[in-house]
């Protein structure tokens, strides 16, 4: 079964978020609208609502993560669920339990979400297919095949600074091969009628399928870069690549590291974007990931809202009148 069928229920409503391939445009922006709800919450003196009090959600990371993990956490307190982070390394896998015997064990501590990053693609797939009728799975990252939160904050990140996403140009640079993030901001920036998606790095670090994917393909960083209105710089995958697929890290900040130079290729108010983890030097120069055009510690801020529209919409609570100051 497909992903996209699974995350629906019955009436078309979100119950799992495991990739955006597959959801229609109306889906996103009810995404981005109900997040709009929640981006006030974090300036309360009293940061709650109580829309998921009651609801117990676990945080499953197996591999390691700042942003996420803290982001979805903070969302779920905000959001007043109770949250269980459960640590990978101390738990009974470590004495040969399985994965589905943890989270069959979870459940019966009656919790509500599971909310999943994994190093295999298709795990919160896998999860999704094996958990309770009322539980539900938010996909936190799976191998290089999927990260549909983060693509939605970036999403609303662009919004709240272009508006419009049917005038823009938007180039994704670096190792798109290997990046979860990339295949889901080019899903949302498809889907959202993004009408020039650009793809910039060296041959090896680009997948072959790129142009499937609806995409246009640049290994010219200063040819990809001209005109842009948004930037959005990925890290080198490492930890995913197999053999040497690179020159020097040195070479490649030379011909694919965002610097103020190349920077001006872009339009004159284009916002500069990074998932992160940010490694300085090698995909961005330091001026540049904290210069006036950066918009990545707001990516990080807009995390927190747009996770709880997904975990409160995937859970069937969307009432605004719950979200009220
Ligand atoms: N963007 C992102 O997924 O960052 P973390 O790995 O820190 O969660």
Same mark, same amino acid.
Request: hydrophobic fraction near 40%; avoid cysteine.
């Given at each position: 079964?497909k992903?996209?069928?699974?995350?629906?229920?019955?009436?078309?409503?979100?119950?799992?978020?495991?990739?955006?391939?597959?959801?229609?445009k109306?889906?996103?922006?009810?995404?981005? /609208?109900?997040?709009?709800?929640f981006? %006030?919450?974090?300036?309360?003196?009293?940061?709650?609502?109580p829309?998921?009090?009651?609801?117990?959600?676990?945080?499953?990371?197996?591999e390691? %993560?700042?942003?996420?993990?803290?982001?979805?956490?903070?969302?779920?307190?905000?959001?007043?669920?109770?949250v269980?982070?459960i640590?990978?390394?101390?738990?009974a896998?470590?004495?040969?339990?399985?994965?589905?015997?943890?989270l069959?064990?979870?459940?019966?501590?009656?919790?509500?979400?599971?909310?999943?990053?994994?190093?295999?693609?298709?795990a919160?797939?896998?999860?999704?297919?094996?958990v $309770?009728?009322?539980v539900?799975?938010?996909?936190?990252?799976?191998?290089?095949?999927?990260?549909?939160?983060?693509?939605m904050?970036?999403?609303?990140?662009?919004?709240?600074h272009?508006?419009?996403?049917?005038?823009?140009?938007? $180039?994704?640079?670096?190792?798109?091969?290997? %990046?979860?993030?990339?295949?889901?901001?080019?899903?949302?920036?498809?889907?959202?009628?993004?009408?020039?998606?650009?793809?910039?790095?060296?041959?090896?670090?680009?997948?072959?399928?790129?142009?499937?994917?609806?995409v246009?393909?640049?290994h &010219?960083?200063?040819?990809?870069?001209?005109?842009? /209105?948004v930037?959005?710089?990925?890290?080198?995958?490492?930890?995913?690549?197999?053999?040497?697929?690179?020159?020097?890290?040195?070479?490649?900040?030379?011909?694919?590291g965002?610097?103020?130079?190349?920077?001006?290729?872009?339009?004159? &108010?284009?916002?500069?974007?990074?998932?992160?983890?940010?490694?300085?030097?090698?995909?961005?120069?330091?001026?540049?990931a904290?210069?006036?055009?950066? +918009?990545?510690?707001?990516? +990080?801020?807009?995390?927190?809202?747009v996770?709880m $529209?997904?975990?409160?919409?995937?859970?069937?609570r969307?009432?605004l $009148?719950?979200?009220?100051?």
């Amino acid at each position: 079964m497909k992903q996209h069928d699974i995350q629906l229920d019955s009436e078309g409503k979100l119950r799992h978020f495991l990739t955006i391939e597959g959801l229609k445009k109306q889906m996103l922006l009810d995404i981005l /609208d109900y997040a709009e709800n929640f981006s %006030s919450v974090g300036n309360r003196q009293v940061k709650k609502v109580p829309l998921l009090r009651g609801k117990t959600i676990a945080n499953l990371f197996f591999e390691p %993560s700042t942003r996420t993990r803290t982001t979805f956490e903070l969302a779920a307190k905000r959001l007043s669920a109770d949250v269980l982070n459960i640590n990978i390394n101390t738990s009974a896998t470590t004495k040969g339990e399985s994965l589905l015997d943890m989270l069959h064990n979870l459940e019966a501590m009656q919790v509500d979400m599971f909310v999943v990053r994994h190093n295999s693609s298709g795990a919160a797939h896998f999860i999704a297919q094996h958990v $309770a009728p009322h539980v539900s799975v938010i996909n936190a990252g799976d191998g290089s095949h999927a990260h549909p939160t983060q693509a939605m904050l970036d999403m609303f990140t662009i919004r709240r600074h272009k508006q419009d996403f049917t005038k823009l140009t938007v $180039a994704i640079v670096g190792d798109i091969m290997h %990046s979860r993030v990339a295949r889901s901001q080019i899903h949302a920036l498809n889907t959202l009628g993004v009408p020039e998606v650009r793809v910039i790095g060296p041959q090896t670090i680009i997948p072959n399928e790129a142009a499937h994917l609806g995409v246009h393909v640049y290994h &010219d960083m200063q040819q990809g870069l001209q005109n842009v /209105d948004v930037v959005i710089m990925l890290r080198l995958q490492r930890e995913r690549m197999e053999g040497a697929l690179l020159p020097s890290e040195h070479e490649y900040f030379h011909m694919f590291g965002l610097t103020e130079k190349k920077l001006k290729l872009a339009k004159p &108010d284009a916002i500069v974007m990074h998932p992160g983890p940010i490694n300085r030097g090698v995909e961005i120069e330091s001026t540049v990931a904290d210069g006036p055009q950066s +918009v990545i510690l707001e990516q +990080v801020t807009h995390g927190i809202s747009v996770r709880m $529209a997904a975990m409160s919409m995937a859970l069937g609570r969307s009432s605004l $009148a719950e979200v009220q100051d």
